[in-house]
Nanobody
Framework: QVQLVESGGGLVQAGGSLRLSCAAS????????MGWFRRAPGKERDFVAA????????YYADSVKARFTISRDNAKNTVYLQMNSLKPEDTAVYYC?????????????????????WGQGTQVTVSS
């Protein structure tokens, strides 16, 4: 079992920054991949970013490349999402997720179905 708790969401003006954190407990944190997803009102849950177990490989949705950075601190059992140059269209509930199964293909990390555990979500609102 893995428990995930997100924090760091809030209200920010367009062009501003936020850093989301996701604290994990349960299984050995350094043994599994992590991802961030978001769900805007009336929309599907979309992939944002993912990171492998060591932090050596990261993946991003095209919509956030060069603006968002995913990272992890395995000593603190925490994954982060640094969000810069925020836009109103980034407004959503952001979820972190853990994929504890053996990874067969990297592209599977872009799919919510590849993840086994989810946090409760944190709201990010970007005003124009």
């Amino acid at each position: 079992q893995v428990q995930l708790v997100e924090s760091g969401g809030g209200l920010v003006q367009a062009g501003g920054s936020l850093r989301l954190s996701c604290a994990a407990s349960g299984r050995t944190f350094s043994s599994y991949a992590m991802g961030w997803f978001r769900r805007a009102p009336g929309k599907e849950r979309d992939f944002v970013a993912a990171i492998n177990w060591s932090g050596g490989s990261t993946y991003y949705a095209d919509s956030v490349k060069a603006r968002f950075t995913i990272s992890r601190d395995n000593a603190k059992n925490t994954v982060y999402l640094q969000m810069n140059s925020l836009k109103p269209e980034d407004t959503a509930v952001y979820y972190c997720a853990a994929s504890v199964r053996p990874l067969r293909y990297v592209w599977l990390l872009f799919r919510p179905s590849e993840y086994d555990y989810w946090g409760q979500g944190t709201q990010v609102t970007v005003s124009s």
